[in-house]
């Protein structure tokens, strides 16, 4: 069982932030960085151009495609703060919510002219939003380029980037409480851990992996409104059975280790937790003395000094 520890410590602690930025092209990126903020902007359909752009740019380069994916999502993320004022602009708040709502009273002399407003931005990846009906904002439709260039990324990256956005509109807890099923969250690890575990090299480690450690948390720490243990301190048995079913299966996975830890460190305290078992979580789960480095950060930085004045 000491073998079992020190591998979960070592694979938590050591590949919890792994980065492969070998295809990452600098000259590459640069180049498409600063062709992006050349593009126009304000126009509704500038993402249509900056998908065109992102084909000539990396035809035929999968590996930086990767790369330059991402970036092109974070320029259409930035395009929704322009496209929310001209919401705005466009429509009262009272005017959106009645939208979202289907309040017949309020946008009755006004629908056709709002659901041809989301019409026409649902075009170039657009949706409006409401926050528990208090604010309203454009967000990106997820899919919305995946649909456009999936065929030019790597096999791995398309993999989970269509994993991640059909789980996007589906978080797994709201307002600190555990919103869908164990077997959902046991789910969304699995995939993530096996790709992780088949491609040790995967560019986006960092990134599976922290979203890893938020469903893990849920699973062996638990949530302000769904909690792991009964009042007595000890594990539910449908947790328990969700984790052991788990790394019965996956013995060898970096996340199958850590869960058999879990349980190993509950069974010497007859699965009954403390605060021992509470720290142990946290610190593997969120290491104190990780370094938090976004690869992409110099081109994001580029798009916003030159877009978001």
Known sequence: MKKIIFSVLLLCSTLGFC?????????????????????????????LKAVEL????????????????????????????????????????????????????????????MKKFEKEYAKYGYRVMSYEDTSYAIEVQPAFLYNSVSKYLTDNYAYYRKGWIAEHDYPIYWHAKLVVSLSEVMRRVQWRDELLDK????????LVTREIEKLSFAMTKGLENTAVYDDKGYIK????????????????????????????????????????????????????????IDPLLKYKDILVDNLMD
């Open 19 to 47: 980065q492969n930025t070998e295809y990452l092209d600098d000259e590459k990126m640069t180049k498409f960085a600063n062709d992006l903020t050349e593009l126009p902007f304000s126009e509704r359909d500038c993402i």
């Open 237 to 292: 048995k449908e947790y328990k059975d969700a984790l052991q079913t788990y790394y019965r299966a996956h013995t060898k996975t970096t996340w199958g280790l850590y869960y058999t830890e879990y349980i190993h460190r509950l069974a010497l305290n007859k699965y009954r937790n403390s605060d021992e078992i509470d720290r142990w979580v946290l610190s593997t789960l969120f290491p104190e003395d990780r370094k938090n």
């Open 54 to 113: 992102f084909k000539t740019t990396f035809k035929d380069d999968k590996e930086c495609a990767d790369w330059g994916y991402q970036l092109l999502y974070y320029y259409h993320e930035l395009a929704c703060e322009d496209k929310t004022n001209t919401l705005h602009k466009t429509w009262s708040d009272e005017q959106i919510r009645a939208l979202k709502v289907h309040d017949i009273e309020v946008i009755s002399g006004i629908r056709s002219g």
């Open 199 to 206: 491609n040790p090299d995967f560019i986006r480690y960092d």
